[in-house]
T-cell receptor, first 119, second 113 residues
Framework: GAVVSQHPSWVICKSGTSVKIECRSL??????MFWYRQFPKQSLMLMAT?????????EQGVEKDKFLINHASLTLSTLTVTSAHPEDSSFYIC???????????????FGNGTRLTVT | AQTVTQSQPEMSVQEAETVTLSCTYD???????LFWYKQPPSRQMILVIR??????QNATENRFSVNFQKAAKSFSLKISDSQLGDTAMYFC??????????FGTGTSLTVIP
């Protein structure tokens, strides 16, 4: 089945530094990838939609200068948390849809998530 | 904007019994897709079942089935013969014509041996 690899699985960084999270589709091409944030025992909150070769679309309330998204190829999207602060500590999950399947009924394939802790 | 509501934050069921998780959604669109995802303690999101809004027949995947009531905007998940491995968070999700997914708040299901 379709596999999405997300790296790293966990990261600890100091306040003020930047952290990059990678999301790769291993056996399919994805023109669109999605980035979610999940707080403990809560649902997934859509942060942004990453479009290959164009700018990401951010959800209301998500700072695009804070959370930089780059979708440089059909298999890779990156999320960079810039000047991280402790309130950015969370679980970040990426997902992708196989462009080769009918977009209307193809489900999202999820990465395993990245646990970010900012100290 | 679409909203997805799961009114049961926590549920439990005895092993081998049947449990139903509820989900309602709000949309003005006529064509859309609905999904149930499972998130075990590993936090990996796993697709359980999906339903096309234009299909009246309820989707079924082995022990998992849905009760889709389009007029009522309801999409409940029934798990039959519950197994210990079914213990997880369950998220109902809505996909609109813009291919964006929106998730409900989740239901934590515990299967009791």
């Amino acid at each position: 089945g379709a596999v999405v690899s997300q790296h790293p699985s966990w990261v600890i960084c100091k306040s003020g530094t930047s952290v990059k999270i990678e999301c790769r589709s291993l056996d399919f091409q994805a023109t669109t990838m999605f980035w979610y944030r999940q707080f403990p025992k809560q649902s997934l909150m859509l942060m942004a939609t990453s479009n290959e070769g164009s700018k990401a679309t951010y959800e209301q309330g998500v700072e695009k200068d804070k959370f930089l998204i780059n979708h440089a190829s059909l298999t890779l999207s990156t999320l960079t948390v810039t000047s991280a602060h402790p309130e950015d500590s969370s679980f970040y999950i990426c997902s992708a849809r196989d462009r080769g399947t009918s977009s209307y009924n193809s489900p999202l394939h999820f990465g395993n998530g990245t646990r970010l802790t900012v100290t | 904007a679409q909203t997805v509501t799961q009114s049961q934050p926590e549920m439990s069921v005895q092993e081998a019994e049947t449990v139903t998780l509820s989900c309602t959604y709000d949309t003005s669109e006529n064509n859309y897709y609905l999904f149930w995802y499972k998130q075990p303690p590993s936090r990996q999101m796993i697709l359980v079942i999906r339903q096309e809004a234009y299909k009246q027949q309820n989707a079924t995947e082995n022990r998992f089935s849905v009760n889709f009531q389009k007029a009522a905007k309801s999409f409940s998940l029934k798990i039959s013969d519950s197994q210990l491995g079914d213990t997880a968070m369950y998220f109902c999700a809505f996909m609109n014509t813009g291919n964006q997914f929106y998730f409900g708040t989740g239901t934590s299901l515990t299967v009791i041996p």
